[in-house]
């Protein structure tokens, strides 16, 4: 199982337990609203590092973003695997990927 998977089973097991010690059940018991507010700074912090071009603090903050997505899509009831299947499905539409894939000449 990918490291995004067993983290995105583990947000899901926090659903409705005592908020007291997980930051996850805290943030999940405060609603989507809050926890789509939450990505929102995160996504912003991301991209100040990206900006700065500090490789080490952006690669900590994109994995605040990632947390914080999963922690969404919980919210919200939307499976990582769902999302997954639409980046998969989007390889095999996508003009680049389509392009890439014909032999030259
Ligand atoms: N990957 C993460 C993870 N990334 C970030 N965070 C938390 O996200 C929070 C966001 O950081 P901030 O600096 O914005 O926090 P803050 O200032 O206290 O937040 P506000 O009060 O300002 O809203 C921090 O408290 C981090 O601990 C995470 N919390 C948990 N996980 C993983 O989630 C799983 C479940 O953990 P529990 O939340 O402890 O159940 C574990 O496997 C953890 O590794």
């Known amino acids: ?3 995004l ?3 995105a089973q583990t947000i899901e097991a926090r659903k409705g337990t005592d908020p007291e010690g997980s930051w996850t059940a805290k943030l ?12 929102g700074e995160e996504a912003v912090e ?7 071009g500090d490789q080490a603090k952006l690669t900590s903050e994109a994995a605040d973003v990632l947390y914080h997505l999963l922690v969404m899509l919980a919210a ?3 499976a990582l695997d769902d999302v997954l299947a639409e980046l998969a499905r989007r390889q ?9 894939a014909r032999p030259k000449g």
Do not use: N, Y
């Open 46 to 52: 991301a991209i100040i590092e990206a900006v700065k």
């Open 92 to 100: 095999g539409t996508s003009g680049i990927a389509e392009k890439a």
């Open 5 to 7: 998977h067993e983290l």
């Open 1 to 3: 199982m990918s490291i």
């Open 28 to 39: 999940l018991a405060k609603g989507p609203e809050k926890c789509a507010e939450k990505f």
């Open 76 to 78: 919200r009831d939307v």
